[in-house]
């Protein structure tokens, strides 16, 4: 890593690594979050509901974005913390709420702790789609800061039912479905949608006609991944192809597509027509990526977390994870984000591979914390 090394001392303790099982999120964020050099209140989305929703992205342009199996209520948590302007759920299935699904609104529900949230859902009948802006728009009221709409996922199993990217071929369909969420909110809050550049690699780019469609049709802001949906995610993203629909269209463009860091946040929005950005995988293990895209754009360094604040970043995320009733196995894949870099990052993630307990893993993480301190106190 670079930048200065704050080291803790050689006695020092991850906080309350006698792990309280009765504090809930906002208690876990006020005892653990300065140790991690997080905010410990976090700031809801910037702006009034009243103003336009690109002014409001120019406040804070960098966004948590929205993935399956990953941005559940303990990683949005972070991520704001982290200064991200907003974060969304998972994407939501409409047929989940039609059917009305308990762990489909799992998804949706933000933590108390939570001032607001982005609720992305995917389907392909835009009568559920209405249903479900509307029932979201009910539950969560002034919290929900507006309905993304789905129709980037490439993979199989969505699109298959033509969902998802497979959108991308049926433009007709996909501003129905726009105007039937608009319909659901009643214009209430903004209603954006995520596309690729393309279905299919070797076919004509879709994406600005797309967008233009989408905007005929009122979406309010478009994301754009610069890969196809063939490609998932391999390859190179096409940060030209968000410049392209920038041209192409008059609302608010949101890049997305190997952001691999608060560097390249910083670039995409620099070299590209993008409004904002999505901070997806490179907010792995890394909750700072936010504040420090900010602070490159306004032409300062960023500030890189210490060994110490990792850690202390991963313990707190553990703690919310339970906190915020999520599967606890989430946390192997979180400790192979924080520990990666440090030494013996492989033998680490495999004891977290066999952690079962929260304080199993505050235990793992307090070891780690006092190695990392006795290499310090040794090259002194």
């Known amino acids: 890593m670079t ?3 704050n080291h803790w001392g050689h006695n020092d303790r ?4 006698s792990y309280d099982s009765t504090a809930d999120a906002a208690q876990i964020l006020w005892e653990a979050a300065p140790a991690a050099g997080l905010a410990s209140n976090l700031e809801p989305f910037p702006g009034t509901p009243d103003q336009p929703l690109g002014q409001r992205l120019r406040q804070n342009p960098f966004l948590m974005a929205p993935m399956a199996g990953v941005t559940d209520a303990a990683y949005r948590i972070m991520a704001r913390a982290g200064g991200a302007a907003g974060a969304y759920t998972e994407m939501v299935s409409v047929a989940g709420i039609h ?14 702790v939570e001032p607001d949230i982005c609720v992305q859902l995917f ?47 049926s433009p007709e369909l996909a501003a129905r479905i726009v105007r039937a969420c608009r319909e659901g909110v009643e214009d209430r809050v903004p209603v954006t949608c995520k596309i690729r550049k393309a279905r299919r690699t070797g076919e004509p780019e879709v994406a600005p006609e797309f967008a233009k469609a989408m905007e005929q049709a009122g979406a309010a802001a478009v994301a754009v991944h610069g890969r196809t949906a063939s490609q998932l995610y391999r390859g190179q993203a096409d940060w030209g192809c968000v410049d392209r629909v920038a041209d192409a269209v008059g609302i608010p463009v949101i890049g997305s597509g190997d952001v691999t860091g608060p560097r390249e946040a ?55 994870l339970d906190a915020t009733h999520a599967h606890l196995a989430r946390a192997r894949s979180l400790a192979g984000w924080y520990v990666k870099g440090m030494p013996n990052a492989s033998y680490w993630r495999d004891r977290a591979m066999h952690c079962t307990t929260v304080q199993e893993y505050l235990e793992l993480a307090d070891t780690l914390l006092q190695e990392d301190a006795e290499r310090v106190a040794q090259s002194e």
């Not at 979201?136 to 033509?162: E, F, H």
């Not at 895209?293 to 313990?315: D, H, K, N, S």
């Open 266 to 320: 910083a670039r995409m929005l620099r070299q590209t027509g993008a409004t904002a950005v999505m901070v997806a995988r490179g907010s792995y293990g890394n909750p700072w990526a936010f504040a420090n895209a900010r602070r490159i754009l306004a032409g300062q360094e960023p500030v890189e977390p210490t060994a110490a604040q990792r850690l202390a970043a991963f313990a707190c995320q553990v703690r919310l």
């Open 99 to 112: 059917y009305e699904g308990a762990k489909t609104w799992e998804l949706v529900e933000p933590a108390d």
């Open 14 to 17: 991850l906080p309350d690594v």
């Open 3 to 5: 930048g200065s090394r």
């Open 123 to 169: 389907g392909s009948k835009p009568q559920q789609f209405q249903e479900a802006a509307a029932q979201v728009l009910q539950r969560l009221g002034d919290r929900l800061v507006l309905i993304d709409i789905n129709m980037a996922c490439p993979v199989p199993k969505v699109t298959r039912k033509g969902e998802g990217s497979a959108l991308l071929d």
